[in-house]
């Protein structure tokens, strides 16, 4: 049986590193709230989108037991000079975008495009906006929680190759 190498894992890094990354969010649907219905497999797409932003920042990072980025789950990793198996990606959304909306989705999505003539340097954009959406890499759905315009929102996610 053939497996998957650590270099093979490498070069899916370098290339998902090297197109453009979105996470959406969306509003799912309220009967979730209280126990969001655990994510599918086969979804292509949010059930509601809301809007996208585009990355912020992408960096190879490696584990690491005393690194500065630290996952819910606890694990720890650094920065890497080189390239690795794992990006860390992370987007900085601006105090307006999705101000007011209930967010029970998340999702990254990998190579999507917007519509052509919008503002030079725009980085979040309404589904509206959107062209393709590109390939969906990833589906969290989460407990409910409200866009306050008043908050700089983070989300940052650590992506196994």
Do not use: C
Not at 49 to 56: F, H, S
Not at 61 to 72: N, R, S
Not at 97 to 120: K, M
Not at 125 to 144: C, I, K, M, W
């Amino acid at each position: 049986m053939a497996v998957l190498q650590d270099r093979g894992r490498t070069a899916l890094a370098r290339a998902i590193a090297a197109q453009s990354i979105f996470l959406a969010w969306g509003r799912g649907v309220a009967a979730w709230d209280g126990a969001p219905e655990p994510e599918p497999t086969t979804a292509a797409g949010l059930v509601d989108e809301i809007g996208r932003r585009m990355v912020t920042s992408v960096q190879f990072v490696q584990p690491d037991a005393d690194g500065p980025i630290e996952l819910p789950d606890g694990s720890r990793y650094a920065n890497s000079a080189q390239p690795t198996k794992w990006l860390h990606v992370q987007w900085t959304f601006d105090f307006a975008d999705a101000a007011g909306e209930h967010i029970r989705e998340l999702a990254i999505f990998v190579g999507g495009t917007v519509v052509a003539g919008l503002p030079p340097g725009q980085r979040y954009f309404t589904r509206a906006q959107v062209d393709n959406p590109g390939d969906l890499y990833s589906l969290e759905r989460v407990p409910v929680f409200t866009r306050n315009p008043g908050v700089r929102q983070v989300q940052e996610y650590v992506l196994p190759f």
